[in-house]
């Protein structure tokens, strides 16, 4: 790396030296066209400021074969290197075959990146690097404090795309990603004179972020975004994976640094199943999933107000291609909007394998059936780490989100629409005390938000202050290329605080200052995952009766004394009519307050549950009337009991009740 002292003409002078401008940079280099100080130190009250972007791609360009994405985010070689095109797209562009699947025309553009920068980086080209590290460094400056660096590849989108310079598999790419995520961080260290020094800190606990936001730095969280997660495929619906598998990558993600990630994106996996894509984008991605799986998507009506999205149908010729003789996409009903599929066994382990090690799960891109499923499991044992990080989680689950103490950021959009999303939901943030992220996306092939124009009414004007007031920021420069968000939209990472800038001057103050809480409560959700200790079932091994029990095969046991003897594989079952009950005796009097029932098949749509001191005389604590079985927690205020009742009031089925397993909780 070619490192030279910044000269003092540059937007960061070094003739106003601070701990926030480096002793030498590469020369040449981007400028970073902010001038002040670095908001440093904690509110009054101890809470953290800043923005989070919840879901960036910082080393995605390593990924799906390693040319999908062209220009790295930083190099030992300097800006040069890093931003230049991919040999491919050279003279014209006319071989960029994903830039025209994704944007459309022909593909043809100016592939010289540095110094002139006349097509890329721009809003709605897919496939040029947007994370150079001096861009990330401007939003830091703006006041960005939590960034989250998902780990993202696809081993299919590799095996088919024209073009790679090493293998598909998707846990070798995650492993490159994670290395070459502190690779970054060593090399803008050393910018600053050494290991420790720079303003890029990997973090791998809540309180190291909270101390590096403290001294006025950048938390960098690493998380995982991929289709086949732990090799854990299916093909023709059997799964490629066991347990095994899935402890083994649990614990070796833990040990790379990572704290958050997708059981599935994009494919239906042997963990869970996918919230679809739309229009000509879904009929590609579903193609992959035939490819991946061997089946395509599967539809059915949904059972309750959450949908999936619909699947796209519009045509996707480069995609179909890839498709076997004889095979095409199916169509599907309108008013069929829920994937099938929805959280295995396989998903149910990983996600109590996730929360045994207290990591956040990403909701984001689960069917809703696995969603619901996932929600009901994190609520069962009052688990706090869960994140929706990009739009990607139907709006109907949010309050159930922040109940749990979980975070939501919204997918990076036009400042106008982003502003009415958020309008949508601010009276749950208000109700629950939170702040609110974005995810940018950048690098992820999602695009991002285009100019407003110059003749809007009311345009970022440059320069302008940073939302703490302590910055000013300026028109970013790179080369013989300035970029100018009324014009251009949000090109790249850099563009970030002017495009928070935009959001202030279309949806308020309020919008922004929602967004600067995002920080801490980002840090809130994470620290309370950490400190989170399970909670003892006070029903395991307990004495239970029954109204009755179900008798109809000698070899298996459907006795009560099956749903508290903490095997989730054996169960109670009445016999089928109303008005069954379950009992259970703790042996003493302790403190209740939380109970869950994990369903059988057969299960209550109305029922009660009751306690009581002496088994003779009963209080009810809880009840519902539109059961649907699954896994149900009911909470409660606390009361004082020995005894507690299931009390069947009307069946959800033909058949009677049956619970695999009861817990009972004092919180």
């Known amino acids: 790396m070619a490192l030279a002292p910044a000269p003092s003409s540059a937007a960061d002078s070094a003739s106003d030296p601070g701990w926030w401008n480096p002793t030498a940079r590469p020369q040449p280099d981007s400028g970073i066209n902010v001038t002040g100080e670095p908001f440093k130190g904690t509110a009054p009250d101890g809470k953290v400021r800043g923005f989070v972007d919840a879901h960036d791609h910082l080393m995605s360009n390593e990924g799906f074969g390693g040319r999908l994405i062209c220009g790295k985010p930083f190099s030992e070689l300097g800006v040069a290197d ?31 990146g540095w110094p002139t920068f006349k097509d890329w980086p721009a809003h709605d080209s897919l496939t040029h690097q947007q994370n150079y590290y001096a861009w990330v460094e401007r939003a830091w400056r703006g006041g960005q404090r939590v960034l989250v660096n998902d780990l993202v590849t696809n081993g299919v989108i590799c095996s088919v795309y024209f073009f790679k310079d090493r293998g598909c598999d998707e846990m070798t790419a995650i492993r490159l990603e994670a290395q070459k995520t502190y690779d970054m961080q060593a090399f803008v260290d050393k910018m600053y004179g050494g290991p420790g020094k720079g303003w890029f800190r990997i973090v791998t606990s809540s309180d190291q972020a909270r101390e590096v936001i403290k001294q006025g730095k950048l938390a960098v969280v690493m998380g995982v975004e991929t289709s086949e997660p732990f090799g854990c495929k299916q093909v023709l619906d059997v799964a490629q994976c066991s347990k095994e598998d899935i402890d083994r990558g649990l614990d070796e993600l833990y040990k790379l640094g990572v704290r958050s990630m997708f059981l599935c994106h994009k494919f239906d996996n042997a963990l869970c199943g996918v919230r679809f894509d739309e229009g000509a984008l879904g009929t590609a991605i579903n193609v992959g999933q035939f490819l991946s799986t061997g089946t395509f998507w599967q539809t059915e009506q949904c059972t309750g107000p959450q949908k999936d999205n619909p699947i796209g149908l519009a045509p996707a010729p480069a995609a179909q291609k890839e498709l076997p003789a004889g095979v095409a996409v199916p169509s599907y009903s309108a008013d069929a909007r829920c994937n099938t599929r929805g959280l295995t066994a396989l998903g149910e382990y990983a996600v109590r394998g996730m929360m045994k090690r207290k990591m956040m799960l990403e909701v984001d891109h689960m069917s809703v059936k696995a969603a619901g499923r996932a929600f009901d499991i994190l609520e069962s044992e009052s688990y706090p780490g869960v994140i929706s990080s990009h739009s990607w989680m139907d709006l109907g689950w ?24 958020a309008k949508r939901t601010d009276a749950l943030r208000e109700k629950y005390h939170v702040g609110y992220g974005y995810g940018t996306d950048m690098n992820g092939v999602g695009g991002w938000p285009g100019p407003r124009g110059a003749g809007t009414p009311n345009p970022v004007k440059y320069p302008f202050r940073s939302t703490d007031g302590g910055s000013v920021i300026d028109r970013q420069t790179a080369g013989q290329r300035t970029w100018d968000l009324n014009t251009d939209g949000a090109a790249h990472y850099g563009l970030v605080p002017d495009w928070i800038e935009d959001i202030r001057l279309v949806g308020g103050q309020d919008v922004v200052d929602d967004l600067f809480r995002g920080a801490e409560s980002y840090l809130t959700t994470w620290g309370a995952s950490e400190k989170h200790q399970g909670s003892v079932n006070l029903a395991t091994g307990s004495a239970a009766s029954a109204s009755t029990s179900q008798w109809w095969n000698p070899f298996v046991d459907y006795s009560p004394a099956r749903a508290v003897d903490g095997d989730s594989g054996t169960r109670w079952a009445s016999e089928w009519n109303d008005g069954q009950w379950l009992r259970i005796d703790l042996g003493s009097a302790h403190r209740i307050g939380r109970v869950t029932l994990d369903w059988e098949a057969a299960y209550a749509k109305a029922y009660r549950i009751e306690t009581s001191t002496d088994g003779s005389n009963w209080q009810p604590v809880w009840s519902t009337t539109d059961g649907d079985g699954g896994l149900d927690t009911a909470r409660f205020d606390g009361v004082t009991a020995r005894y507690l009742r299931v009390q069947g009031v009307q069946r959800g089925t033909q058949w009677g009740y049956s619970l695999h397993e009861v817990g009972v909780f004092s919180s």
């Open 82 to 112: 890093a931003l230049k095109d991919c040999p491919e797209h050279y003279p014209d562009g006319t071989l960029a075959v994903f830039d025209f699947i994704t944007k459309g025309g022909d593909g043809k553009h100016d592939p010289v």
């Open 398 to 421: 949010t309050e159930r989100l922040y109940k749990l103490g979980g975070f939501a950021a919204q997918y990076m959009n036009g400042s106008e629409a982003f502003s009415a999303e």
